[in-house]
Every structure is written in structure tokens, then in C-alpha cells.
Nanobody, 121 residues
Framework: QLQASGGGLVQAGGSLSLSCAAS????????MGWFRQATGKEREFAAA????????YYADSVKGRFTISRDNFKNTVYLQMNNLKPEDTAVYYC????????????????WGQGTLVTVSS
């Protein structure tokens, strides 16, 4: 299972840090990703990190502001979000994938329950 936490309300320009704790079968053998879904929109890719943590990938919309990381000893993945904008408001989901196509939602095998991030202007 995946348990996401850390969402909340923040003013534009502020920061939030999300965490996603993995348990059960999900371990360092999985690519980990963060997706987000704004109200009335489709879920979209935000960031992903390779199994070892050596490689990270970002959507253009968050590049330079968000940082994904993982601690394989703790089985936890993080998303540090800086310089938040109102358009970052969404439910954020962490996900785990056995495959390598990190941008494709259908490639992910496990999903967390989501945590809401609200950025006020």
C-alpha cells in the first residue's frame, strides 16, 4: 500500500512537502511517481524517480520548483514543492510502477489515496 500525507493550504510562493510511505510488496524495485489531478481536469504526471534514486523526471510545469526524492531504507518517497502557484492546486497521488515508462499513468501498479494541496493567490 501507499500512504500519502503532507497536503494542506499554502499561499502562493510558499512551500509544502509531501510524503508517501510504501508498505507490503512495494520496495526499492519500483519506480515511484507523483501525479496530480485538479478539479475538472484529468490526472497528470508531475514527477518520478528511478529505483535507485539516481534519476529524476519532471513535468515542464513543475520543473525547477518541485524536487522528488526517496529513502529506500524507509520505503518513502518525497515531493518538495517550492514557489507554489494557484495552478498547482490539486489532489496529489503517489504511485509505484514495475515498468519504466514513468510518464504513463497506466504503467503504475499501485496508487495511494491522494492528498489535497490548495494554493491560494
Amino acid at each position: 500500500q501507499l500512504q500519502a500525507s503532507g497536503g494542506g493550504l499554502v499561499q502562493a510562493g510558499g512551500s509544502l512537502s509531501l510524503s508517501c510511505a510504501a508498505s507490503g510488496r512495494i520496495d526499492s524495485g519500483y519506480v515511484m511517481g507523483w501525479f496530480r489531478q485538479a478539479t475538472g481536469k484529468e490526472r497528470e504526471f508531475a514527477a518520478a524517480i528511478s529505483r535507485t534514486g539516481h534519476f529524476t523526471y519532471y513535468a515542464d510545469s513543475v520543473k525547477g520548483r518541485f524536487t522528488i526524492s526517496r529513502d529506500n531504507f524507509k520505503n518513502t518517497v518525497y515531493l518538495q514543492m517550492n514557489n507554489l502557484k494557484p495552478e498547482d492546486t490539486a489532489v496529489y497521488y503517489c504511485a509505484a510502477s514495475r515498468g519504466d515508462n514513468y510518464r504513463r499513468e497506466s504503467n503504475y501498479n499501485y496508487w495511494g489515496q491522494g492528498t489535497l494541496v490548495t494554493v491560494s493567490s
